[in-house]
């Protein structure tokens, strides 16, 4: 599987494993350039909601191509974008009770 696919895969399939509470976000897959490499980026928007984790999915990626299953690479971000944010929010709680 190429890059192109990949995105693709996650833009129409990552929602269907996602907490109902992220069903309305747009899903948009960034490139950025780290240390002279290309880097895929999950990032996930909602009008009215700011400052979501942004994450990498290179792992994913290399999992795909390596033969995982594709399905199971699509919970699995699913499941860590969902943690990333729920620490993100805890942290976020923690510093207003300051």
Do not use: C, W
């Amino acid at each position: 599987m190429n890059r192109a696919e990949f995105y693709q895969m996650i833009g129409t399939g990552i929602r269907r494993y996602l907490p109902m509470g992220y069903q309305e976000y747009q899903v948009h897959i960034k490139e950025a350039e780290i240390s002279g490499e290309k880097n895929a980026l999950l990032v996930m928007e909602k009008e009215g909601i700011k400052n979501m984790p942004v994450m990498s999915l290179e792992t994913y990626l290399d999992r795909v191509k390596g033969g995982e299953d594709e399905k199971a690479v699509l919970i699995d971000i699913a499941v860590d974008y969902a943690r990333m944010v729920s620490i993100q929010r805890r942290s976020q709680h923690r510093q207003m009770a300051r």
